[in-house]
């Protein structure tokens, strides 16, 4: 492990976040935030849709404000760190407030805001190639500025992953007997949870589990609780609420929107764990149990290579690169292996080996805070 030198602490913080669409952008967002505060630092959360907040973080975070998205900046000005996540572009009023503080800063009398962008999770090359580079900035209202380029990643040179460091205790304490006896999830039945877009396999796995081995699946709301129950409405020779008949091998719990630290904690007690998008993979393999990604798709197929080099770097055995390759359709007619115990089991040793190897890396923030030092 490497260690840093670390900026003097409190520093201000904006944190730039727009909305595209679900809930990874804000995700992230929040728990870069939240581990900023829990770190001592000041932190303005800018975002022009919090909504997802109001269930994903209804405690809030001492030390982070969350603000809407500004036409001005403070009258304070930017502060010592501007991060724009996924590439969004700060308000013009912004930039030019980041560059006069810029050139104030050139005589010597105070110190020049850091601009990082923040980009999306990818386990491909470019990704070692991009990390820490300088973007100069020639035109526009921040002329004379430098946007430095941050990425997260699975290797020694990314970024690394968001792990706060309360993380290993809070798992620690966790008693995950006493969770599943709360969800009344009997003890031998296998417990999945289920987060993703619309899998193209997810009926044939719904089907594999509805005449398998005791079986509890626990939906998230949104996309994933539809398409459930679309495949609940396609049976039609059975009543919609069939498979949750007691004593059925499949039995369907629809969940409510819950905290990040509680979705965190139904990843740890689940026997096998469906996520997507990029925050709750990233969770998935904290959690340590089995997981398979739904990767955001992208338009162009360039999610495929995305999915390939991650399943590269996680070394997944054959059946778990089936399974992606099913659940992610990336094969026409591609064969969903059988998920039984013995599967899992070796799916699990693939997940806590790869959980190992990113454990011995400095997490996102910690090496975060080393960038600004260097570079403050
Ligand atoms: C279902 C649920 C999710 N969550 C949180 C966990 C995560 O922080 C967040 C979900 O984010 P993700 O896992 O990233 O999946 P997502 O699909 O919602 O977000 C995606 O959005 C796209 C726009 C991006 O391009 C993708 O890269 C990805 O980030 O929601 C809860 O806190 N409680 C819940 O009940």
Known sequence: MTT???????????VFCQVIDN???????????????????????????ASALAWMAPQGAAGVQVLPWPRQPPPSGPGDVVVEAFGCEIPPAFQAAIGAATRAAANGASRAPLWINLEYLSAEPYVERSHRLASPIFSGPAAGCTRWFYYPGFTAGTGGLLRE????????????????ARHAIAPGDCAISLFCYEPPALPA???????????????????????????????????????????????????????????????WACDLNCVRGEDSLVRALWAGQPF???????????????????????????????????????????????????????????????????????DLLTQLLG??????
């Open 4 to 14: 840093s030198r670390l900026p003097p602490s409190p520093l201000t913080w904006d």
């Open 23 to 49: 809930f990874g952008d804000i995700g992230v967002c929040w728990r870069l935030s939240a581990d900023l505060a829990a770190r001592g630092h000041a932190v303005r959360l800018w975002t022009d849709d």
């Open 165 to 180: 460091p309360a993380l290993a205790q809070r798992q620690a304490g966790f008693d995950r007997a006493a969770w599943r």
């Open 205 to 267: 796995l719904l089907d594999q589990w509805h005449s398998g081995p005791a079986t509890r699946l626990l939906v998230t709301p949104g996309r994933a609780a539809a398409a459930v129950r679309a495949w609940q409405a396609g049976h039609n020779d059975e009543t919609p609420q069939r498979p949750q008949r007691p004593g059925h091998p499949l039995s369907i719990t629809y969940l409510e929107p819950c905290p990040q630290p509680a979705f965190d904690e139904m990843l």
């Open 292 to 362: 398979v990604w739904h990767i955001y798709p992208q338009e162009d197929n360039a999610h495929h290579a995305k999915l390939q080099a991650f399943l590269d770097w996680l070394q997944a055995p054959a059946s778990l690169r089936a399974m992606h390759a099913a659940w992610n359709g990336l094969e026409p007619g591609a064969t969903l292996p059988l998920v039984d115990a013995s599967t899992l089991q070796t799916w699990r040793a693939c997940v806590l080996a790869a959980r190992q190897r990113l454990l011995a890396q400095e």
């Open 371 to 376: 960038f600004v030092a260097e570079k403050s």
